[in-house]
């Protein structure tokens, strides 16, 4: 029997670890991938499915074209992770590895936020996006907040593009000059480790009459009365609700001992857990860099590549490079990116590439090359 891997969710992390495995070892290894959803979903295609530009059936990736040498992908919901024995349980039995991958993402904890509900008036999953896309084309006009409800959260720069995506909905229904769209968020900037970034967002909104508000967060929404109330006590009105939820590790993941702080604890270099064999890969762990697809690949890649070598014989080299490229949709069609390296140097270093409608290009190919390389699509 080759070594056994059991990985845990088929997100950015998992799809990218089982298919590096597959690629080097093949049949030589037994991996097995756990994830309860029937598809895997990119998560800027939310925004996409809530303008009302795709419709949320055509943004399925479903797991059955997800098919490598040495592996296979089990629809099962993740109930029980004991990291000593690293032995899984599941709604439908349990499975045991020689190295256990968790790779589960972020969940989302509304509980932490009054008057927000899952799928209803967020646009963080695949439903809330759905759901949206149905309320917007009743929206009449007025005061739009799009609020963060606590950091850190996935994708840093998805509500200001949730923001900007909004502008250009409004406009083009004529309800530009009756809507106010405010964007709450925690953090200091639109995008801290890209100062140019941000400097770039902020412009568009001035440009746009968009309101920032930052280092502040929503802490409870009140859509009856038409409100939102901020962690500073402030208090905005609103008629539209646009929320990212708290992020953090789901509870079986808190369940499992091996956070703090509602992330995992990880060595950010290598992704282990204080577990012998168990590894932590993606949105959940602890590593100071954002959470982001990109980032998630280059830590999944990381961890496969000391597999590989612990196999082969070889040394253990890989390190996380804590590197990549986010887009950001600034609205009228252009795209902007920035390259950011989280670990390498003694701060974090990034690049910006103003907006353009060729970015358009490079986003579409970074979704296209993904869906190739695992979906074979
Ligand atoms: C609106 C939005 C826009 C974004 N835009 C970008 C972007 O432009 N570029 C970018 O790089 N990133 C973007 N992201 C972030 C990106 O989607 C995530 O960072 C990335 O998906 C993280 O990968 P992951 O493998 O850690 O987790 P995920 O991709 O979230 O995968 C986790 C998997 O675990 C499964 N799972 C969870 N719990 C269980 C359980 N109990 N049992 C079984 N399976 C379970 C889930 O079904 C899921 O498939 C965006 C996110 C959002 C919300």
Redesign the pocket.
Known sequence: MGMRIVI?????????MATTLSEALGERLEVTV????DA?V??????DVMFGRVPAGAVRNPYADFVKPGVRLLR????GIDPVARRVT?DQGSHEGDILVI?????YDVSATPGVTLGVNE???VAG?AHMAGVLPGFAGGDVVVGVCGAPY??P??PS??ALMMHDYVAARGLGAATRITVVNPLPSPVPPSPEMSAAILKAFEARGIAFIPNVRVSAVDEAARMVTLSDGRVLPCDLFLG?PKNRA?D?VVASGLTEDGWVMVDPHTLATQYPGVYA?????ATGV????????GA?RTVAANIISQLRGEPQTARNPGA?????EIGAGLIARIDVDFLSGPKPFGTFHGASVEMRRD?EH?GASRRARWFNR
């Open positions: 845990l969710g088929a997100g950015f992390g998992g799809l990218e756990i994830d309860k959803s895997f990119f998560g800027y295609a939310k925004l099962e919901t993740v109930t599941t790779a589960l993402g972020a969940d646009f963080y999953s996006a996935k994708c720069p998805a593009e949730c990212v789901a079986v890969v993606g949105d959940l762990a954002p959470k982001a697809g990109v980032y998630a690949e999944a990549g490229s986010c887009y950001i986003k970074f």
